[in-house]
């Protein structure tokens, strides 16, 4: 197994990165789908102003998504990607396998409505597909 680092196109982690992490500030973002989770979350809006602890939750989240993004590059180097759609089956493969099914869990443990876990799960299928397809395009 080949852990070099050489053949990631850092750039493309990055562009990737924060296209996932501004997929999910427009997602739960007023007017998008913040309003079916209210209170689901552990979260409440009052409008016009935004939730206590928003700005430490947005800061880690492209910390996040950045690491992602990285670890994503990382199996699509392992699976020889090389084109957008080797890059969109890779990021569905890796979120179906790992992020869907381990998400499951807060509906059986936390006891989360399958509706949250429609949403946000939704999201995360958007987000995995587009670092996918720009981590595969950009090698």
């Keep these: 197994m080949d852990l070099s680092l ?12 924060i296209v996932a992490w501004v997929v999910g500030a427009i997602w ?12 689901d ?14 700005g430490k939750a947005l800061g880690g989240g492209i910390v996040l998504a950045l690491v992602t993004s990285f670890f994503l590059a990382l199996v699509l180097g392992f699976m020889k990607a090389t084109t957008w759609t080797d890059g969109v089956i ?25 509706a949250w876990y429609g949403i946000t799960q939704a999201e995360l299928a958007i987000s995995f597909l587009l670092m996918g397809l720009i981590l595969g395009a950009w090698r």
């Design 90 to 114: 890779g990021g569905f493969l890796v979120w179906i396998g790992f992020v869907a099914t381990h998400g499951a869990t807060s509906i059986f443990f936390e006891r989360r409505p399958v």
């Design 41 to 54: 979350d552990g979260m409440k809006m009052e409008p016009g102003k935004m939730p206590e602890g928003a």
């Design 6 to 17: 050489t053949g990631i196109n850092w750039l493309a982690v990055i562009v990737a990165g």
């Design 28 to 39: 739960y973002a007023p007017p998008g789908l913040r309003e079916a989770l209210d209170g």
